[in-house]
């Protein structure tokens, strides 16, 4: 195709009657330059390039406007700015969100640019000491950088830029949005309030994708709604997650009193997807009514199988002021069982106990919940301005119909957990080898952050009795970015109990791959007993072959889900939500996997 850098390409539509661009054109300049046009509009006007037609990913400048004509504005786009390659373009007004050209008449120039290309440096690592952390006196588990991509290296990840409309489009960044893996594949959803960060895109959820070995990017993936549309209007709020048997999920909610009073519950497959694939669908599993006073629905959270019918779903509203009154707020509860639906709300104390200054706690917080079981939950809050609160990680029973109950907090643990936690946001919790760990975001110096992971004797433990087992990107730290989060996963490498992998995931700050190494030296029924027992599931029991001495079961994420005790070849597990767990045998080093049906 002959380079359009020797045409005059000139684009000159009308928009739809309520946008207010009503011309755009490009034309090339000399020395390899082109200038961009548009009339009709005054205020400020952005000129967006991509790489990608959809704009998933774009590059966002503004545009000058003429000191003789308001509402002409221009751009002169020089090979110094940007790096070789073919781009689509469009001028907008995210104030308005007008913008030409028309969607379907967006087009590509192919450009000779000289800028060079920022290839983000994959080969670096963590370089902090991690200790060897024994749990017993014959378990040895060592965590070892494999890469790490961090925004204090310069090498970080695609930042994600929250409503691009407002006046503090670039520090609104993305909060955080969860990580999975599936087929050695990162999954991250991008963007927050109008999903894919830009005004025109508010209905679609977009997957950023990484490679597990590298670190290397790919390109977004699109989930379209059921019926291969968008989703709908002032209600995206994607949080993904993944249920207790592994099922990938996410939730549409409320996101102001425009909005219909409601929150959705999607899932997403993505078993089978490969790094060419362009979209997905999602399947819609349950929409539930808001209850009075749920004005903004914040981030909702899964607890049990959704493939069950039988869960329970979290939330506390979003948005809620945090001031030197020390206001509470509400924290809401929904059990799910079928098309049964049963609400209960329980009101959080006063939270002048949060921290020492109260006087550090004025604005919105933008509150998480992790549940611990039906009862049981931790709560941290984000940041909604780079100034916001931010509350210290608190672990908390919930009261039906009273106010939750602070069973531990900051105050009573001593250094384990300080008191506010600079643009940190979020509790991870999972297992390696039957150990309890806990991860959440710590403040380092020069108001860097890193990762702290605690070992835990349970997860509903007071904070004392927390032991401090590794503190990732200690080293130089993650980022000083105001808007982090906390997403810990252990990806067990094999059924043996040997270790696997941990992967971290902190939104604006870092991401990043570590090998777990598990060395057990125990001696005795472990290397005597038979490891060739078959083991099958049928009609709700496990059967064996021979006789064992009971099992452990775990779900897929390493967590210790059931077990069985006693000597013999039939045990019922017919109160199991169905699901994929691993099966190990007690006395065994062999697991087996199983898929437990209704």
């Avoid at 755009?24 to 390899?32: E, I, K, L």
């Avoid at 670190?215 to 249920?243: C, F, N, Q, S, T």
């Avoid at 089978?272 to 399947?283: F, K, L, S």
Wanted: hydrophobic share 35%; charged share 20%; glycine share 8%.
């Amino acid at each position: 195709m002959k380079k359009l850098s020797f045409l005059v390409l000139s684009i000159v539509m009308s928009l739809l009657s309520n946008a207010a661009i009503t011309q755009a054109n490009m034309s090339p300049s000399t020395n390899g330059s082109y200038v961009f046009t548009c009339y009709g509009e005054d205020g400020q006007i952005s000129l967006q390039l991509s790489l990608y037609p959809d704009f998933s990913r774009a590059t966002t400048a503004k545009m000058i406007q003429a000191s003789d004509n308001r509402l002409r504005h221009t751009m002169t786009l020089k090979p110094s700015h940007l790096t070789s390659g073919r781009y689509y373009w469009r001028v907008i007004n995210f104030a308005t969100g007008s913008y030409a050209p028309q969607k379907d008449k967006w087009t590509y120039f192919d450009f000779t640019g000289t800028a060079k290309e920022n290839i983000p440096d994959l080969t670096l690592k963590d370089e902090t000491a991690h200790e060897t952390f024994k749990p017993d006196t014959d378990t040895d588990i060592n965590i070892t950088s494999l890469w790490l991509r961090s925004f204090n290296l310069g090498n970080n990840i695609f930042k994600s830029i929250d409503h691009p409309n407002s006046n503090n489009a670039q520090i609104n960044e993305t909060y955080n949005h969860g990580a999975v893996v599936r087929n050695g594949i990162i999954y991250i959803n991008r963007g927050s309030l109008s999903t894919s960060g830009w005004v025109l895109d508010k209905t679609r959820v977009w997957l950023e994708r990484y490679d597990l070995k590298t670190g290397k990017e790919h390109k977004l993936l699109l989930v379209r709604a059921p019926g291969g549309g968008d989703y709908p209007a002032k209600e995206v709020m994607p949080w993904i997650r993944e249920d207790a048997d592994g099922t990938i999920y996410f939730t549409t909610s409320r996101l102001n009193n425009g909005a219909p009073r409601r929150v959705t519950i999607y899932t997403i497959d993505l078993d089978g997807i490969t790094a060419d694939t362009d979209e997905v669908t999602a399947r819609e599993i349950k929409t539930l009514t808001m209850p009075e006073g749920f004005d903004q629905g914040g981030f909702f959270t899964v607890d049990g199988s959704i493939a069950s019918g039988e869960y329970t779903l979290w939330s506390i509203p979003e948005n809620f002021y945090v001031d030197t009154k020390a206001t509470g707020f509400t924290v809401h509860r929904w059990n799910i069982k079928g098309s049964s639906v049963k609400h209960a709300k329980a009101s959080m104390p006063d939270i002048k106990w949060l921290t020492p200054d109260l006087n550090d706690f004025n604005g919105f917080g933008l509150a998480r919940v992790y549940p611990v079981d039906d009862e049981y939950f931790y709560m941290h809050t984000g940041r909604t301005a780079p100034a916001g609160p931010t509350m210290s990680v608190m672990l908390c029973r919930f009261i039906d119909g009273g106010e939750c109950e602070v069973i531990s907090s900051f105050d009573d643990s001593g250094d384990a957990v300080p008191p506010t936690a600079h643009g940190s946001a979020g509790i991870s919790m999972f297992e390696i080898s039957g150990n309890r760990f806990i991860a959440y975001g710590v403040a380092k110096e020069k108001d860097n952050t890193v990762m702290q992971i605690m070992a835990t004797p349970s997860y509903t433990s007071n904070f004392r009795e927390h032991r401090t087992v590794w503190r990732l990107c200690d080293d130089k730290g993650m980022s000083t970015n105001a808007f982090q989060g906390c997403d810990v996963k252990y990806l067990p490498g094999s059924t043996d109990g040997k270790g696997g992998m941990l992967l971290l995931y902190a939104p604006n700050a870092a991401l990043g791959l570590y090998n777990v190494d598990v060395d057990s030296r125990s001696t005795g029924i472990e290397a005597t007993q038979a490891d060739t027992a078959v083991i099958r599931y049928c009609a709700g029991s496990i059967i064996a072959d021979r006789e064992i001495d009971g099992f452990t079961m775990y779900d897929l994420g390493g967590h210790a889900v059931a077990s069985r005790t006693g000597r013999g070849t039939h045990f019922d597990i017919s109160d199991m939500a169905p699901g994929i767990y691993i099966i190990r045998t007690n006395g065994s080093l062999t697991s087996v996997k199983i898929i437990v049906t209704r």
